[in-house]
């Protein structure tokens, strides 16, 4: 089976021993995360670390670094600078577009934006357009933080929801990468992120935030294309290749453009 569903799994800075095994292991990418995952007392310490590391490995990886509000943010885009490997970066608690612009222009690197805070969310369609940016994700926990709403209730859903479908739009618009859903927490819960991807698949995200190596497995196979949808996009394109027409039946379902169109992204996904 076929799947453009792409995983982020995170690794904490403080076990880059984790990292060299996640590198080896079956997530899309490796996301090395220098910011809720170090005490502040431990980031100068970590960034030495991390250079070593970069300097031993052959595989690429992407960051995560601190906010650039914070005073952290300066060394660790100097420290960006200095590391083989790294293959772009997430911009937590992003706000604007001239924040991402600047990341991208001092790193030379694709940048993800990371929305969670109020700020964030109204600027969503400026942000957009910033130079160098690839994709949009969001933080559930900092954004509930920020907003004062109560995860995991329908209330919270409506919300989210409702950013999702603004991450969506505008990364259409502006012909960024499709949005990254965010993280789902208990990975112990193989059926329940396994739904949670599938949601997101089905919204027009293409990629999901991973916590846990054993989340990827349940999350490929929930949001895999079947083999039925995959014969029936062959057929429609085989149809269409051998005949020249717009308009036809395969399977009893009518095809016009737009199925046409659907059916060579499936395939070419």
């Known amino acids: 089976m076929n799947n453009a569903f792409k995983t982020y799994l995170f690794i904490p800075a403080t076990r880059l021993d984790r990292a060299s095994k996640a590198l080896d292991g079956d997530a899309d990418h490796v996301i090395i995360d220098l910011e809720d995952a170090v005490e502040a007392c431990n980031k100068y310490a970590i960034r030495s670390s991390l250079q070593e590391f970069d300097k031993a490995i052959n595989q690429s990886y992407w960051l995560r670094i601190n906010a650039a509000h ?75 933080k920020s907003l004062g709403m109560t995860l995991d209730t329908p209330a919270s859903k409506v919300v989210l929801d409702r950013i999702r479908a603004d991450l969506l739009l505008h990364s259409a618009v502006n012909e960024l990468n499709a949005p990254i859903e965010t993280i789902f927490a208990d990975f112990n819960d193989d059926d329940g992120v396994g739904k949670f991807a599938k949601f997101a698949k089905d919204f027009g995200f293409d990629g999901q935030l991973v916590i846990h190596p054993r989340q990827i497995a349940p999350i490929r196979r929930a949001t895999a294309h079947d083999d039925a949808m995959l014969g029936f996009a062959k ?35």
């Open 70 to 144: 914070t005073a952290d943010y300066a060394h660790d885009v100097a420290m960006i600078q200095t590391l083989d490997h790294v293959v772009g970066v997430l911009l937590p608690k992003a706000e604007s577009a001239l924040s991402i612009t600047a990341l991208h222009q001092a790193s030379n690197l694709p940048i993800i934006a990371v929305i969670e805070t109020a700020k964030g969310v109204l600027n969503i369609d400026s942000m957009a357009t910033a130079t160098g940016l690839m994709a949009m994700t969001y933080g559930c926990l900092d954004l509930a």
């Open 235 to 269: 057929a429609v394109l085989d149809h269409h290749e051998a005949t020249g027409e717009a308009v036809f039946s395969v399977q009893g379902r009518m095809v016009d453009l737009p199925v046409i169109e659907w059916a060579r992204g499936v395939l070419e996904r």
